[in-house]
């Protein structure tokens, strides 16, 4: 775990008049000329596997959602435009923490003035309730503008990443790792499944055109399981191709076949464990359905080299965290 020592002090810009996007980015990089984000955290960002672009996309809609591209008449009645305070984003639970960088650029959108932060932990550490996160210090007006909007992605985001440790915890000491899905919320995708990635597991296709996954209805169409399967490798020959199957005998038709990925769809362990045996090396076997945490570590132990779990994005409570308001030091 990063400890506070590691994680200095840094000044980020807003995208106000303060904004530090133009002074330290180079002109002639269209990266930084695509996006508004200060060019440090930018580089955060996608060194994390994140486009800084879409993040600060993400950003903006979610602050127009909230102030509906009117102002925060509660924070602009009561709180003077000069005021300056320090916002401490807090765990209220323990749990695995994800999207801290996005929530800055939350407040990189919202702020109208430079900003200080302070790091006291990184994406993917465990924490406990009442640790302190990230500490902003900043015009309390924009603090508690930004504050809902940052809040939502980071409970969302270190959600998933704490359900996913949790399988990966469960799965510790076997082969097999925890896979996620495409059941992802509309338009969070590449941040849910960066969240997945910090809580330990691994992503399966991003969209539909970077890897190939042939299912019943794929089967159906195309007359069989062996028959769509070939149809794609014919159509795209260097995509990857995962192909589902629901019984032993389609299992032994797709590996005559060539398959070197197979999901075995609602398999029972019984069941992977001899598929584990048909397959004999010869492909990468995924489990999919049926699964539990209960359950994880005897499908794990069949031999199996993934457990598709699409629950990490589609039912995964938010881990509760919360901002607390401070006086400037």
Known sequence: MSTPEDLPLVQSGGCGDGCACG???????????????????????????????????????????DLA????????????????????????????VAGLRVAEAVLSVVCTDEFEVERHVEDGDRVEAGQKLLSVTTRTRDLLTGERSALNLMCRLSGIAT??????????????????????????????????????GLNHRMSLSDAALVKDNHVVAAGGVAQAFQAVRAAFPDVPIEVEVDTLHQLREVIEAGADLILLDNFTPEECAEAVRVVGGRALLEASGRLTLDNAKAYADTGVDFLAVGALTHSSPILDIGLDLRAAE
Request: with cysteine; hydrophobic share 40%; charged share 30%.
């Open 23 to 65: 002074t330290d980015a180079d002109p002639t990089d269209e990266e930084y000329l695509e996006c508004g984000l200060d060019p440090a955290l930018a580089q955060l960002l996608a060194d994390a596997g994140l486009d800084p672009v879409e993040v600060e996309d993400i950003a903006n809609v979610a602050i127009q959602e």
């Open 69 to 96: 591209h009117g102002v925060d008449v509660t924070t602009v009645a009561t709180i003077p435009e000069d005021a300056v305070a320090t916002a401490d984003f807090t765990a209220r639970e323990a749990g695995v």
């Open 163 to 200: 359900a996913t440790r949790a399988w990966a915890d469960a799965l510790e000491g076997t082969e097999a790792r925890v896979r996620d899905t495409r059941k992802t919320t509309p338009g969070l995708r590449a941040l849910e499944k960066f969240a997945v990635r910090c809580g330990g």
